[in-house]
Structure formats: C-alpha cells, structure tokens
C-alpha cells in the first residue's frame, strides 16, 4: 500500500482502530498542529500527516504496549516497564511504516518521540508536540498549559520547555521521577532558548 497522501486519508486508515475518544483527541490535535504550521510558516501537508498519525496506537492496554514491544523487538527501558503508555510513541511509528502508511522519515521521529520530545527535534517536530500537549480538553483539565498555549505563538521551542518546566514541576510535587529523555530535551531547550534562539 502507498504512504497515505495527506492527513485525510490517513484518518481514514486509521478509524477501525481507533476509540471514539480517540479519534476526537485526534482531530483537536491536528487542528491546533494547523494554526502552528501557519504561524511557524511549515508544510502544512506534513505536520498535519504527523498530527493524525501521533496516537495510532495511544488505545492499547499496558499488556498489549508490552507485549508489541517484544513482538517489534523494541527494548523497553526500566522506566518504560512501569509505564508501559510511554511506549505507544516509538511503537505508533514503527506500526505506521510497517503497514506501509507513512515513510516520511522526519514525520515518524516526530511520532516516535511525541511524549518526551527529544533534543535534536526539528519544528515540524515541536509543532505536534506541543499541539499534542495543549488540544482544548487538555487546557481545560490543567489550566496552567495556558502558559504553553500563550508561547507557541512565539516559539514552539519555548512553548515545548514551558510544557516539560510544568511537568517537571508536578512530578516532582508527586514524588514521581520525569523521564530521562524528557530531562534531557528539557535541559537541551533550555540552554539553546537562553541562547536566544
Ligand atoms: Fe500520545
Ligand atoms: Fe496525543
């Protein structure tokens, strides 16, 4: 089957795998990803294929991440073991170009890495992510993303530290450790933002 051409037929693709609730996280997700990429002047064709692509498999119970990660042969961290939804990112990207829908290199990474973010993202990258962190129904269920959603018109790289600032600062309110790649992107956007960049 050829990559899917553009976002709609990937949603197509994807609805017979989907939650209700899924498919509507989704499609908030990829209007918000819109605003981003004309704002931030990116091809909009392409963040919106990443958008529609980010949770393909968001759905799967904690058995089942971990039982596709030993049939995808994905090693799976300590960290990812006790929390196997971190898992859903790299196994969507690999599920997305082993049925044959998408093979855009730079879209799967986005996708691969959508929970954390990663160091070396690039902006079409960052647009999902922080599209992916302030959709509507997650504003409204953590209001103090409105300091997200209020960067993003500027920087997605602000935005994207602003978002693992807050998160950092819960967990850490909860006694929870954050992910070690979320630290390390968290420390990376940090230093190059105060760059002033
Ligand atoms: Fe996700
Ligand atoms: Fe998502």
Do not use: C
Request: charged share 30%.
């Amino acid at each position: 089957m050829p990559p899917a051409e553009d976002r709609d037929a990937l949603r197509v693709l994807m609805a017979p795998d989907l939650p209700s609730g899924l498919v509507e996280h989704i499609d908030r997700v990829v209007s918000v990803a819109e605003v981003l990429a004309r704002i931030h002047g990116l091809d909009e064709r392409r963040v919106l294929l990443a958008a529609q692509g980010h949770d393909l498999l968001r759905g799967l119970s904690k058995p089942d991440l971990l039982a596709a990660a030993a049939t995808r042969s994905l090693e799976v961290t300590e960290f990812e073991r006790n929390e196997p939804v971190l898992l859903h990112g790299p196994l969507g990207a690999i599920e997305l170009e082993a049925r044959g829908w998408m093979d855009d290199p730079e879209l799967l990474e986005a996708i691969r890495w959508h929970t954390t973010g990663r160091p070396d993202y690039t902006p079409i990258a960052w647009a999902l992510f922080v599209a992916d962190k302030v959709e509507p129904a997650k504003l409204e269920r953590w209001p103090a993303l409105e300091a997200v959603a209020e960067e993003m018109e500027h920087s997605l790289e602000r935005a994207a530290l602003r978002y693992l600032d807050l998160l950092h600062d819960r967990l850490a309110g909860e006694g929870k450790p954050s992910h070690p790649l979320a630290e390390r992107t968290r420390a990376a956007l940090r230093e190059r933002t105060a760059a002033g960049r």
